[in-house]
Structure formats: C-alpha cells, structure tokens
T-cell receptor, first 111, second 113 residues
Framework: GQQVMQIPQYQHVQEGEDFTTYCNSSTTLSNIQWYKQRPGGHPVFLIQLVKSGEVKKQKRLTFQFGEAKKNSSLHITATQTTDVGTYFC???????????FGKGTMLLVSP | NAGVTQTPKFQVLKTGQSMTLQCAQDMNHNSMYWYRQDPGMGLRLIYYSASEGTTDKGEVPNGYNVSRLNKREFSLRLESAAPSQTSVYFCASNPPQGTYEQYFGPGTRLTVT
C-alpha cells in the first residue's frame, strides 16, 4: 500500500532558528496536505499543494511540492514558541478519497 | 457551528468490554473518517464513509465496526476491547468540494486495561 515517510521524527531548535520537515511518498500523489497538531490538541489543516513544483507561503511558513509530485517540504523561518507542535503531511493518490498521513515531525522551540 | 464533536473525551475500559465512540458534524459534509493516533505512529485510518449509507475499511479496521447513522453522525464501536486498542481516536470530515481539507474533532482518549 501507499506509504508516506516523514523526517525528522523530532527536532528541537532555539527560538529564531529555522526548521524544515520533509515528506516522501512511495507513489505519485494528486495532492498533498499539511496539518499542525498542538500538544494535547487535534490536527488542524494548514495548506494543500496540487501542482508539480508548487511553492506556497503563509507568513514564515513555506511549503513546496516536488516536481515528480512524490515529495514535499515545510520550512519555517525564524521559529517562534508558538510554532511548537507536530507537523503532519498527508498525501492523496488520484482516484482515492482517503489521505495517507506521515508519522509527523514534532517541533520543540526553546525561548 | 460546532464543527466536529466527539463523545466521550476520555474513557477507561476493561479488556473485553464494549463501547461506542460518537462523532457528529454540523457542516453538511459528505465524507467522514475515524483515525487512531499512537505515539510515533501518526494518524492511521480505521474506517471511513464517503457518503451516507456507505462505509469502507481503512488501514487498521480489525476489532472495530462503524455505523453511518445519517449524514451528520458516524460512530465507531469496539465490540471486545483489547489493550492494543489503547489510543487517541479522532473523527474527521471533509466537504464535497474545494480543497477537501479534513476537519478534526477534539479526540477521545481511550485506555483499555
């Protein structure tokens, strides 16, 4: 079955440092979504990427979708303590109505 | 709008007991999902319902049953709970068009002893 690998599993940064999490799929995706889950909370949708090579920005967050539509990344510039949480990618294969989630990257930011 | 609601928030069961987790959404979404989340394992799909009257197995359906009671409600039943079913359970739904982003409920923390 489809697999979505996400690295790293965990990252601890100092406030102000940058952070990147990477997502790789075993199959070509029709689109990829990113979610954030705060400690003790539920996943919240951040963004969806659809086009090959697409880049989208949300303030300090930059999302990329690879040319082959099999990988994606989320980059946070100058992290803040409010960025703490686990970031999940979730891929959808054409013709399927379900998402396959990566295992997530837990981000800890120290002030 | 309340979004996606789940009950109960917490539950402790003994091995072999049964229970039903309730989920409801008030956003008129067609598709609804049940996930379980275990440490280091991400979100794994248990069952989903693409529309009222249909249900399908996900990645980890064994030990669970579901009912799509109507468009709003999608319940998850554990017939004979096992310690391996200790987890956090999330219900989600998504709209029939647009980005198909999933809206998650607050979760149910289940412990089976």
């Amino acid at each position: 079955g489809q697999q979505v690998m996400q690295i790293p599993q965990y990252q601890h940064v100092q406030e102000g440092e940058d952070f990147t999490t990477y997502c790789n799929s075993s199959t070509t995706l029709s689109n990829i979504q990113w979610y954030k889950q705060r400690p003790g909370g539920h996943p919240v949708f951040l963004i969806q990427l659809v086009k090959s090579g697409e880049v989208k920005k949300q303030k300090r967050l930059t999302f990329q979708f690879g040319e082959a539509k099999k990988n994606s990344s989320l980059h946070i510039t100058a992290t803040q303590t409010t960025d703490v949480g686990t970031y999940f990618c979730a891929g959808r294969v054409s013709g399927y109505s379900t998402l396959t989630f990566g295992k997530g990257t837990m981000l800890l930011v120290s002030p | 709008n309340a979004g996606v609601t789940q009950t109960p928030k917490f539950q402790v069961l003994k091995t072999g007991q049964s229970m039903t987790l309730q989920c409801a959404q008030d956003m008129n979404h067609n598709s609804m999902y049940w996930y379980r989340q275990d440490p280091g394992m991400g979100l794994r799909l248990i069952y989903y319902s693409a529309s009222e009257g249909t249900t399908d197995k996900g990645e980890v359906p064994n030990g669970y049953n579901v009912s799509r009671l109507n468009k709003r409600e999608f319940s998850l039943r554990l017939e004979s709970a096992a310690p391996s079913q200790t987890s956090v359970y999330f219900c989600a739904s998504n709209p029939p068009q647009g980005t198909y982003e999933q809206y998650f409920g607050p979760g149910t923390r289940l412990t089976v002893t």
